[in-house]
């Protein structure tokens, strides 16, 4: 089941989606490889923690963040956040954080490799299921700022 808020915002917001099941997974790279895609096409969220307020950033499954460039989009000096910040502020738990900064009121970071997607494939706040969306959709609901933050995993 994907998170009962999520499906709220997605019914309320009359975008186009998706729902992808697919075997238990508790990362982005590992929904990739399951649903047989590119790592590029699939994004993973990210909670981070600044000095003034948390952030969620939305990036390429295969890839980890680059801080200094995020310090620099958010004017902030960030780092990530904690297992507890997760579990106490979006209420969830690692590798369930649905990348919809609107869910939680949360500022979203959008890397822009994943700008060349015509669709975007997200977690839905469930190990089994995605959400499938054009990543317009994905923009017009979320708004984020998009930047260069990401980094290929060495």
Known sequence: MISKPLEKLLKQ????YEIVEHRKVY??????ETQDLKLGEVAKAVLLKGKKNLYLAVLPAGNNCDFKALDKLAGDKLSMAKESDIKNKLKTKIGLIPPFGSL???PVFL???LLKNKKINLPAGSY???VVMTIKDYIKLE???AGNFSVKKG
Do not use: M, Q, R, W
């Open 104 to 106: 939680f009121k949360l």
């Open 143 to 145: 708004n984020p700022i």
């Open 27 to 32: 990362t982005a790279f590992d929904s990739a």
């Open 13 to 16: 917001s009359k975008v186009k």
């Open 111 to 113: 890397d822009k490799k």
């Open 128 to 130: 089994t299921e995605s």
